[in-house]
């Protein structure tokens, strides 16, 4: 009733009414009040959309003042020292790895612009998941760091908050915050019923109630104190989470939300009370529970069959993990909410962490005891949170949701430390990722299908290949690179073992399965998951412990884990039924529980001082362990031998990721340090033939000739045999984990990326294994990226290449790393790409010849290697066992002899495993070596193991199987007895037989038996003794005896004779007077020499021994046994010399013809007419020009019939219309306060005047007086190129045929030129004509000016005979018509009456205009250069104004309006009467002089005789000087006019009068100065004005003024005529141009400089003349003398386009234009851009500005450029490029310090401007070249 009579009062009187009684002693009846006022208004049954619940509350909180006045009075006394600002995904924010001591700490932009972080390690990224500003938080950033306003430490200062500010929010709040629960409990609906809409209009209804405690958060510290309080407060919670009694709506309310969390497979403890009576039984049922409900989410569970047993051990798996710790099942089952925070958690999960509520709860974090509670709150939620994550439809964003909360928690070390002591966060964690992983196990298949126990991961669940797993594991990552929590988790044993049973999980996962028939059906993409998932949940936890073992005392941690290492891989074998030989055909590269045992090794030895042998475990162990890393290596050369091509292409994937620079450190790298260590603790020749059996290359290594391999076709031979050598290369010399520092592994990895290719500074920082060197923050004692990246790479800055492509900068090899420290070891093993090592090669031959070390085709060099570490010494031993040599020895003696399959690359790692022994040697030999035993079937090749004794042992037979045919069987008579029989033969002593096979088992059953009495052999299981050898003997095998007598020495020698090709080629003494220095590089004979002088002085015996054998004199003829191999080697060489004089003939054929193509395309690329008269020849002074078709190839003048054209592209061009008067570049705005304007633009100039003439004149004389095209106009533009008019039809229409085109639009005549394939669009016809012609319209008659000028205005009369309809005629209409169509239609619409013939006449002049003022700024502006420039070779003037020409003959002009009459003659003025209706014509004076001489020119039959051309140039010259006469005259003061007027009338009488400047100004003065002066305006202006003329300047400014129309016009007569253009000093420019134009004679010039009105020559009386036209200005009783003065004074200088000038930091233009909204929607775009020509911002992509679907950046370009734009892309930092319908991404021109672009932004180093870029680019818009490259 109260409240009801409340509720009808004001609200806020209500509330200060309510606030007051609060503050009295007694309260109770307030409190009453408030509580029966708040049930009313937050009843839950009231629709959650009802606004006045909300209006209410704020009113109430507020206490009765303006809501926004109480949050501004909270906010002051905000305490928080912390920023703690909330954002959410692709938010702007900053990390500085020097200020962060956690590597997820990141700042806002306000914050890091605040801080100072000067040449920091920092990159501004776009946040992913969302994340929080952690300035001010000392435990996650260095207090260095902190910027301005969290340095200062607010809180002290702030004074403490008046209890009664926030007394009603601690009243009225909890009420609200229970209303927020209970809709959000009364809108849930389980998955399975709703779909997700209903949950999201539940949020959305209650957008404005989580906006609202967001709102709350912001207000500070003082807020969050209460809030915290509410949202914690257990009693609170009890009192008010049940609801009343009576209040059924509450009470159904809450037993939905007990419904909710059953369903969540969640027990609530008042029913976990009743299931405790049996422990065990709780605990199998609550997990078979769990792993239902777990399983659930997956629908095809139930689907799967799989048979009882499999069935039963699965299950058996999971219940055993499980009832090793109780603990488990409350981590998973039990949820207890005992305040408002945990059930409001509870329902973010629920609903699936909607944005709103997840920055609620984080907008809380900066209040420490909210944050410690809400960390044990989401942390209990933890096994919850997985589940949800499981079912979700939506799990990436779920995904970034909970790591957007999570590492704002688990960064921090001490909370993650007081979270797993109090809450069991790791057990928690660890048991949760268990149990995800459980839902997707599958039957491993490795090794043995049947049987197997052992379970894996599958990789093709949605689990997996949507990385679902990721945040958990991310989490996981996150607490163990805090020390104190590593540690409690290396401590905890049965954590560990349950780690370890993760671990292997994935032990074996994605096994792949040769097909040995048929090409596999469909390829899959599990591996992408299978590699992810090793990398992150197995290897990315490892290197986390892995830090923190790096000390001695932290050794017991792992001994630990090495242990579990064991018993767990000792539990897989026993899974998987091994037993010593793996599977063929089989292979996974997953063994994370090897790698795990590896790195624990490695770091246990390199760091921890531990004995290696105290953490290995028996022999019997160790090879188990060896067989599938060696398997995977084996596997990787079966790959590239191309062996497992029909699995598809996804099988290289595998092998390439296993080696990539992401994975290698985590998978290839660990497996090679194992194999090291079994190879150092296993008999080494035991080993090696392990080696061998699994490269499958036994049969190979025979000394005869031929032989049969039962598993390798013997293409795959070589590769496979090359394969095995290069890996006991890389086992035996890589010494990643054998004894190099940090340091030296850094710069090894350097050296072999930098030498395979140059690299930028990003790519080098990817390509090289984080760990063990982290790239970011220095790590103590270790050197860092920089420092070693300076030690060895050069800098090559970024630069230009001419073909247009852009360079980044690039780090390359210093010449001493090429020198010293090339390691093609290292290169070959990370190598992705074989080609990459092709590539390192080439680089150091290329090195090699540049500095004048070796000019042939080198060899890898050999590098020396660091030494070893003591424990790993046994490796040296696999360099000195006897199976190694006789592999050796077999190899050299068959290169020697030729046999098939062997090649240089085998040889090379042959003789690098020999130089490695030398190198190497084994100390106190002696003792290791067993007793001879005369069964040992290889003992008798060699008498010990020593390679040094080894080398010069002599083997004289060698007993052999091989086929029937092959040779040596011919050669002698086969035994008659058996085998057995001739076993006793006397041959027995002599010949040597080996099996590698045989050998390797007789070596293992002696390791399996060592520890038994029994030293007999025990016969292996049969499967695996006949896996190798044929199955049965083929009959056609015959055992033959082969004789060798030579050693490994000898066959050195006689190889290096070999290669060398000379019979002699090592003399005896060669080793006394051997260079040792130049043997570092070379090829094979410099290997071979390098290593017989490494062992000559390892021994004297061999010394000895290596002069005996080169002192032996080869007979010339060589024995019988050698004559077929060295006769073949003489047939090689002869037949090699043949090829190669074969070779030369064919090369300088080619050269020849290249040449001669090359003289012809030079003739095409100047087609004009006067590229044949340059030649001088007389009879081709006689001939038609001739052109040659590039698509026919015939060569012949263009004719009327059949016109040959040039190729040329069209394009529309606004470069001139953004021309200004200032030669400095506008800068573009960074902030507010700065603006672009255009008004000073050439176009916007232009359109101004012809606006105001058109307002006051006769239309058809506006069109004539001005031109047009400064926007829009059309530019033409050819490669030189020409083709007969009819090919280029045929062409295009073979073009349309062809379907796979790309880049062009054939329909709108667009195509590439057929020789150099540049871009075009149209042909423009070539005028038949004899070149002869231009000899006659070039010669000089001497005629005076007077008859020259009756002439000129003949010709005018006579437009020439009207060209009959012809071919050429029709594709001349045809181009003009092009060139319409290229631009819009209205920049050809300027007249009163669109479409008239005087718009069009305007059009075709201002096109030639266009094109000449285009060439003048591609020539800087002016033609002191003179030649012909860049752009001069391809331009068609010549042509185009033939067609220009032509297509004019439809106009003439009106004889009585031709301004050559105005220009040459008084004419009488007519009587004003008669036309009072029509407007008067433009006044000379007003005209455009340049524009006047294309139309005279244009409109007088061609071709024109110069000296007429030369007539109307003079003539026009006349008019253009008193035009500037009259502009200059407008610029003095009053005075000085009158001064100028005075000294001019007194020089009248004088003779040279009409040549004086002075005195013709003095006469445009006095003329202009009468009845209606222009002069009476703007006086104020002038009179600023306080330089005085002088005669000089007077005479500069009017040569300045004249300057362009001389160009122009010598341009023109450069082009129609083929005069030479002279180049010249800029100051010399006018005088020249004058002397080139005829307008004074050559000879004047050198006596005196030319002065401007010297150049003067008049028809008649200049004075008569220069009245009339001045009488014509006066005349215009309409035009108001203000117009009248901007009219008359139209300055023709223009500077030289410009783009805008950018500031010189990238970041200075993101900050301001990245959150600035768009002047259209005033949104804030996706995807701003910037217009680089105007300034306009722009959206790229938006929809909301689109109009007529055209998106904004289009349309900006047809209105800024004509259809082309370009833009900066705010967002990306790259130009984009619109040209019409098509664009592209030009490139950046923006680099971070290492010369690199940052496209996308996503490294976020700060960039800078390159200004070479940036002229290229402004280089290319001016040029037109963006389609069209020079």
């Not at 039963?312 to 219940?319: A, E, F, L, M, P």
């Not at 215009?1676 to 004074?1689: G, M, P, R, Y």
Request: proline letters at 4%; hydrophobic letters at 35%.
């Amino acid at each position: 009733m109260m409240a009801a009579s409340l509720l009808r009062r004001d609200k806020k009187a209500t509330a200060a009414h309510l606030k007051a009684d609060l503050r009295r002693t007694d309260n109770s009846s307030a409190l009453r009040q408030i509580h029966e006022l708040l049930d009313d208004v937050l009843n839950p049954e009231k629709p959650a959309t009802d606004t006045e619940a909300l209006d209410w509350c704020k009113c109430l909180i507020a206490g009765g003042e303006a809501f926004e006045q109480f949050c501004k009075t909270v906010r002051s006394y905000d305490n928080a020292t912390l920023c703690g600002l909330v954002w959410t995904a692709n938010f702007v924010a900053y990390r500085c790895r020097t200020c962060g001591i956690s590597p997820c700490m990141s700042l806002c932009a306000e914050c890091f612009n605040n801080g100072d972080h000067t040449s920091h390690d920092f990159n501004m990224f776009r946040s992913q998941a969302g994340g929080a500003c952690d300035c001010g938080d000392s435990n996650v950033m260095r207090e260095s760091g902190f910027c301005r306003r969290h340095r200062l430490r607010t809180g002290e200062n702030i004074p403490s908050i008046p209890r009664d500010l926030l007394l009603m929010s601690e009243l009225v709040l909890p009420r609200f915050i229970l209303s927020v629960i209970q809709y959000l409990r009364d809108g849930y609906t389980e998955p399975d019923t709703s779909s997700e809409r209903d949950l999201q209009k539940v949020l959305q209804q209650l957008e404005p109630q989580i906006s609202f405690l967001e709102e709350l958060t912001k207000m500070g510290g003082a807020m969050r104190t209460v809030l915290t309080k509410i949202l914690t407060n257990q009693q609170t919670f009890k009192e008010l989470s049940m609801g009343q009694e009576d209040n059924l709506f509450a009470k159904k309310n809450y037993d939905k939300y007990l419904a909710a969390l059953k369903n969540s497979g969640l027990v609530s403890v008042e029913d976990k009370a009743q299931s405790t009576g049996d422990v065990a039984v709780g605990a199998e049922g609550g997990a078979n529970a769990l792993l239902g409900s777990a399983a659930s989410g997956s629908p095809d569970e139930s689907s799967k069959e799989e048979d009882q047993d499999a069935g039963q051990s699965v299950g058996q798996r999971k219940r055993v993990k499980l009832s090793s710790s109780t603990k488990d099942l409350s981590i998973i089952e039990c949820l207890k909410h005992k305040c408002f925070l945990e059930e409001l958690l509870f329902w973010t999960i629920k609903y699936e962490f909607p944005q709103k509520k997840v920055t609620f709860l984080l907008n809380m974090l900066p209040d420490q005891d909210y944050k410690i509670t809400f960390t044990k709150t989401f942390v209990q939620h933890y096994a919850f949170i997985m589940k949800t994550l499981m079912k979700s439809h939506e799990s990436d964003t779920m995904s970034n949701r909970i790591v957007h909360i999570s590492v704002q928690l688990f960064s921090n070390e001490e909370l993650a430390r007081h979270v797993t002591e109090e809450c069991q966060l790791l057990d928690i964690m660890v048991t949760v990722l268990l149990y995800m992983m459980e839902s997707c196990l599958i039957k491993s298949e490795l090794q043995d299908e049947e049987n197997s126990r052992h379970v894996v991961v599958n990789c093709s669940e949605a689990l997996l290949k949507n990385n679902t797993y990721w945040p958990l594991v991310s989490d996981f990552i996150n607490i163990l690179s805090h020390q104190s929590v590593a540690k409690k988790f290396l401590e905890d044993h049965s954590l560990l073992m349950l780690w370890m049973s993760f671990v292997s999980f994935f032990q074996g996962m994605n096994l792949n399965k040769r097909e040995l028939n048929e090409h596999v059906e469909f390829e899959s993409q599990t591996y992408y998951a299978a590699f992810a998932a090793e990398l992150e949940a197995c290897a990315q936890p490892m290197w986390g412990l892995l830090t923190h073992c790096k000390v001695k005392e932290t050794q017991e941690y792992t001994k630990t884990v090495v242990r579990y290492c064991l018993e767990t891989l000792q539990i897989w074998f026993d899974a998987i039924s091994f037993n010593d030989e793996p599977l063929p055909n089989q292979v996974t590269f997953h063994l994370p529980l090897h790698r795990y045992y590896a790195m624990f090794l490695s770091k246990a030895v390199k760091c921890q001082g531990l004995d290696l042998d105290s953490l290995l475990p028996d022999q019997e162990m160790l090879m188990k362990i060896m067989v599938h890393p060696l398997q995977i290596q084996a596997c990787l050369s079966e790959i590239h031998s191309n062996m497992w091509v029909r699995n598809g292409l996804q099988i290289k994937g595998q092998a390439m990721t296993y080696v990539q620079s992401h994975f290698c450190n985590s998978m290839i790298d660990p497996d090679i340090f194992l194999l090291q260590v079994c190879a150092s603790r296993l008999d080494p020749d035991y080993f090696i033939s392990s080696v061998f059996e699994r490269f499958k290359v036994v049969d190979l290594l025979t000394m005869a000739s031929q032989h049969q391999n039962a598993v390798l076709d013997s293409e795959q031979e070589r590769p496979m045999l090359e394969g095995a050598l290069t890996f006991l290369v890389i086992l035996t010399s890589l010494r990643i984990h054998l004894g190099m520092t940090d340091d030296e592994i850094l710069r090894a990895e350097m050296v072999s990326q930098l030498c395979m290719n140059d690299r930028t500074h990003s790519s080098l920082l990817d390509l090289i294994p984080e760990n063990p060197n982290p790239k970011s923050g220095i790590v103590p004692g270790s050197c860092s990226f920089e420092e070693m990246l300076s030690a060895v790479a050069d800098f090559k800055a970024p630069v230009f290449e001419p073909g247009g492509s852009m360079q980044q900068g690039m780090y390359t090899p210093k010449a001493e790393v090429w020198e010293n420290e090339f390691d093609p070891i290292m290169v070959v093993l990370r190598t992705v790409y074989r080609r990459d090592v092709q590539s390192a090669m080439d680089r150091y031959s290329a090195f090699l010849k540049q500095s004048g070390i070796h000019t042939g085709n080198p060899w890898p060099p050999y590098k020396e290697r660091t030494p070893l570490h003591p424990c790993y010494k046994g490796l040296i031993k696999l360099l000195h066992c006897k199976t190694l040599h006789i592999v050796i020895f077999t190899l050299l003696y068959k290169i020697w002899m030729d046999h098939q399959n062997m090649s240089e690359h085998v040889l090379c790692m042959v003789l690098y495993l020999i130089e490695l022994g030398l190198d190497n040697q084994v100390q106190d030999s002696k003792e290791d070596e067993e007793p001879c035993i005369e069964e040992h079937c290889h003992d008798s090749w060699f008498p010990g193991t020593n390679l040094i004794s080894n080398l010069h042992h002599v083997i004289n037979f060698v007993r052999v199987r091989v086929p029937e045919t092959a040779p040596e069987v011919k050669r002698e008579a086969p035994p008659s007895t058996s085998s057995e029989a001739s076993s006793y033969g006397q041959n027995l002593r002599e010949a040597q037989v080996f099996s590698l096979v045989a050998e390797r088992r007789r070596k293992f059953q002696e390791i399996i038996n060592r520890s038994s009495s029994e030293a007999s052999l025990v016969v292996r299981p049969k499967s695996s003794s006949t896996r190798w050898v044929p199955p049965g003997t083929p009959p056609q095998l015959v055992t033959e005896i082969l004789e060798i007598r030579e050693s490994m020495l000898s066959l050195l020698v006689k190889l290096h004779q070999k290669l060398s090709s000379k019979q002699n080629s090592l003399s005896e003494s060669w080793l006394d007077n051997m260079d040792t220095s130049r043997h570092a590089h070379g090829d094979g004979i410099t290997a071979i020499e390098r290593i017989l002088t490494k062992a000559a002085t390892r021994s004297c015996q061999i010394k000895r021994s290596i002069q005996d054998i080169c002192g032996k004199v080869y007979p010339p003829v060589p024995p019988k046994k050698n004559s077929p191999t060295d006769k073949k080697a003489m047939d090689k060489e002869e037949r090699r010399q043949r090829a190669r004089e074969r070779q030369q003939k064919l090369l300088a054929e080619f050269a020849s013809r290249q040449k001669s193509f090359m003289e012809t395309a030079m003739d095409v690329e100047s087609p004009e007419t006067e590229a044949a008269m340059d030649l001088g020849a007389s009879e081709m002074m006689e001939s038609e020009v001739l052109y040659d078709c590039v698509i026919c190839g015939q060569s012949g003048p263009s004719t009327e019939d059949r016109p040959t054209g040039l190729v040329v592209l069209l394009q529309a061009s606004s470069v001139l219309g953004h021309r200004c008067k200032n030669t400095e570049a506008k800068n573009l705005p960074t902030s507010d306060e700065e603006h672009i304007y255009s008004a000073d633009t050439c176009a916007v100039a232009h359109d101004v005047r012809l606006t105001l003439l058109q307002r006051f004149f006769k239309d058809s004389s506006c069109l004539q007086s001005v031109s047009i095209g400064w926007d829009g106009g059309v530019y033409v533009q050819t490669c030189g190129h020409t083709l007969h008019i009819d090919c280029h039809k045929s062409y295009m229409e073979s073009l349309r045929n062809d379907q796979v085109l790309q880049g062009f639009s054939v329909d709108k005549g667009e195509f590439t030129c057929p020789l150099c394939r540049q871009f075009a669009n149209s042909v423009l016809p070539c005028r038949p004509g004899r070149s002869s012609e231009a000899g006659a319209w070039q010669a000089s008659t001497n005629k005076k000016t007077s008859v020259l000028i009756k002439e000129v205005e003949a010709l005018q009369d006579n437009l020439g005979i009207f060209p009959t309809e012809s071919n050429l005629s029709k594709e001349m209409e045809s181009v003009i018509k092009d060139i319409k169509n290229t631009t819009q239609k209205k920049y050809m619409d300027y007249g009163k009456n669109p479409g008239s013939s005087d718009n069009d006449f305007l059009f075709m002049y201002s096109l030639a205009r266009t094109n000449l003022e285009l060439e003048l700024v591609h020539r800087g502006g002016n033609l002191c250069c003179g030649g012909a420039s860049a752009t001069a070779k391809r331009s068609c003037l010549n042509q185009l104004f033939h067609v220009l020409a032509m297509h004019m003959r439809l106009y003439s002009i009106d004889s009585a309006y031709n301004p050559w009459m105005k220009l040459t003659q008084l004419t009488q003025s007519r009587e004003p009467d008669s036309f009072d209706d029509e407007r008067p014509e433009v006044p000379m004076l007003f005209r455009d002089v340049p524009s006047l001489l294309i139309i005279f020119v244009l409109t007088m039959p061609q071709p024109l005789r110069k000296e007429h051309f030369t007539c109307v140039v003079k003539m026009l010259y006349n008019l253009q000087f008193i035009q500037a006469l009259a502009a200059l005259s407008s610029k003095l003061r009053p005075e000085e006019r009158q001064a100028w007027n005075s000294s001019g009338a007194i020089k009248k009488e004088r003779a040279n009068a009409e040549t004086s400047f002075e005195v013709l100004l003095g006469h445009v003065i006095s003329e202009l100065s009468k009845s209606n002066s222009v002069y009476a305006v703007n006086m104020e202006d002038i009179m600023l004005s306080s330089s005085v003329w002088s005669p000089q300047s007077v005479e500069f400014s009017l040569q300045q003024y004249c300057l362009p129309f001389l160009r122009l016009s010598c341009l023109l007569q450069h082009h129609l005529y083929g005069d030479n253009l002279t180049g010249c000093l800029e100051q010399e420019e006018f005088s020249s141009l004058a002397v080139c134009l005829g307008l004074v004679p050559a000879t004047s010039v050198v006596s005196n400089p030319v002065n401007s009105a010297s150049c003067l020559e008049w028809a008649l009386s200049a004075f008569d003349l220069v009245t009339q036209w001045c009488a014509e200005v006066k005349g215009l009783s309409q035009v108001q003398a203000e117009q009248s003065l901007t009219l008359l004074v139209q300055d023709p200088q223009w500077a030289l386009p410009r783009l805008l000038q950018l500031p010189d930091n990238y970041n200075i233009i993101f900050q301001y234009y990245h959150r600035k909204a768009c002047t259209v929607c005033k949104k804030v775009p996706k995807d701003p851009a910037l217009c680089l020509v105007c300034g306009a911002f722009v959206c790229l992509k938006g929809v909301c500005c689109k109009q007529q679907g055209i998106s904004e950046c289009v349309l900006h370009s047809q209105h800024c450029g004509a259809a082309t734009g370009i833009f900066l892309l705010i967002n990306a930092s790259v130009i984009i490029i619109i040209r019409g319908h098509r664009f592209c991404l030009w490139g950046s021109v923006y680099l971070d310090t290492h010369g690199e672009e940052d496209r996308d932004l996503r490294r976020g180093k700060p960039l800078f401007l390159c200004e070479e870029r940036y002229r290229v680019l402004e280089q290319q818009w001016v040029s037109h070249t963006f389609d069209h490259y020079q």
